[in-house]
């Protein structure tokens, strides 16, 4: 017992030593190894970058973006004119809505206002030459068109107002004639006068001589009455004739003022009413008429044909631009983080007819932000996509209009590293 005591004693001092002794080669490599593992993180924290993404909800379209057609109100399809996948041009006619008129009558109708122009210098419409027409909702308006144009025609043909200017005309040139007579018949009426007048002052002076009788002197009085009253009633006349000159001028000037009154009232109805009639034309081809605004290829959303009913707002066709147009993604981004968007940050779109994991996503970069966001506070992001469509894998994606997706928009490709710093730095300003 006393050995094994002296034994772990002595082993006892042993280990001591050992331990109060490290060897000196293993605190160096162990220094080493240690530092060169933090080396090795720090390096690991740079060189790896971790992106900061910006994910929401986006669908696939063309710019330009296709022409939607919607019906505008409730009714039964009366006219289907093309076929899906049909090439259309502009402003062409793709169906027309069942409706009160007879189509093709509101159409033609259309086409000849289309190519006559009603100006105040030119008020034509070829009425003579329509056959009877079926206008439904224009009817009426056209009917006002129509009685505005004649009441002008008839006007403008027959001019009933130069009847009476040349009648009033001839009035007042009778009138100035008169006038010129009564003047000359007043000046020799105040002659003769003047030598009554002389005559009868000499009887005067004879009868206070008693050469003449009272019989003889009444007998020139009266002559000289006679000459007095006639002299005054041409005076008279004279005022009467001037009077009604100047009667007759105003007549010229009321008729003159009626006249371009009336034929002014006139055009102004027939060119209201015309493009009252142009108006209404327009409302019942904008509420029965379906019709590409753009050239393109025309899609049926679901089939249509004859006696389909729509309801206001329903989608029925929509027209694609037929030339290889841009291709980009309308992104619509929630206002959390919306400060970090910029015009050519890179974005993955991953759509859901495409899963990511078999065919990959498709590159784009933001090309447009819009500056005022939506009522929920959301932004409208354009992403330019590859033209070819072609994803990450190879695969080129046949396109659809408008493919539902989800766009993950980096917003900043950040090193670990610095992430590690933000992070301090957020913790030490708290």
């Not at 259309?110 to 190519?115: E, M, V």
């Not at 003047?183 to 002052?201: C, N, P």
């Amino acid at each position: 017992m006393e050995r094994s005591e002296k034994e772990i004693t002595i082993r006892s001092e042993e280990v001591q030593d050992i331990l109060n002794k490290v060897p000196s080669k293993l605190i160096r490599w162990g220094s080493i190894i240690f530092l060169g593992l933090i080396v090795l993180m720090i390096c690991l924290l740079w060189l790896v970058k971790y992106p900061d993404v910006i994910t929401a909800e986006a669908y696939l379209t063309t710019d330009p973006p296709p022409q939607k057609i919607y019906a505008r109100v409730d009714a039964k399809i009366d006219t289907i004119l093309l076929f899906d996948k049909d090439y259309v041009s502009k402003n062409t006619v793709i169906a027309i809505l069942e409706n009160s008129s007879d189509n093709k009558d509101v159409l033609f109708l259309k086409s000849i206002l289309d190519t006559i122009t009603l100006t105040p210098g030119q008020v034509f419409f070829p009425f003579k030459e329509l056959p009877l027409l079926f206008l439904g909702e224009v009817e009426l308006q056209f009917s006002e068109f129509e009685n505005a144009y004649f009441e002008y025609s008839m006007n403008r043909d027959l001019k009933p107002f130069d009847g009476k200017i040349r009648a009033n005309n001839t009035s007042l040139a009778e009138l100035k004639n008169r006038l010129k007579n009564l003047i000359s018949q007043k000046e020799i009426s105040r002659r003769e006068l003047g030598i009554i007048k002389k005559d009868l002052d000499r009887y005067k002076a004879l009868l206070k001589k008693g050469i003449v009788s009272q019989q003889m002197y009444e007998n020139k009085q009266v002559v000289f009455y006679t000459a007095s009253r006639e002299y005054e009633n041409a005076i008279f006349l004279i005022s009467q004739i001037k009077e009604s000159i100047g009667n007759s001028r105003r007549d010229s000037q009321n008729i003159d003022f009626t006249k371009y009154r009336d034929e002014n009232q006139l055009l102004k109805k027939v060119l209201h009413s015309y493009k009252e009639l142009k108006r209404t034309i327009s409302d019942w081809e904008l509420k029965y008429v379906l019709k590409s605004r753009d050239s393109g290829i025309l899609s049926f959303v679901e089939y249509l044909d004859k006696n389909y009913n729509v309801s206001k707002g329903d989608l029925l066709f929509t027209v694609s631009p037929s030339h290889t147009p841009f291709y980009i993604a309308k992104v619509k981004t929630p206002k959390v983080n919306a400060g970090k968007l910029k015009i050519g940050q890179h974005v993955n779109l991953e759509l859901n007819d495409y899963p990511d994991y078999e065919f990959g996503v498709l590159k784009g970069s933001v090309s447009n932000i819009s500056n005022v966001s939506d009522e929920n506070g959301a932004y409208i992001v354009d992403v330019k996509i590859t033209k070819d469509l072609k994803t990450t894998f190879g695969n080129t994606i046949a396109f659809k209009q408008e493919m539902k997706g989800t766009a993950d928009i980096i917003t900043e490709d950040l090193r670990l590293l610095e992430r590690l710093f933000y992070q301090f730095k957020d913790l030490y300003s708290k």
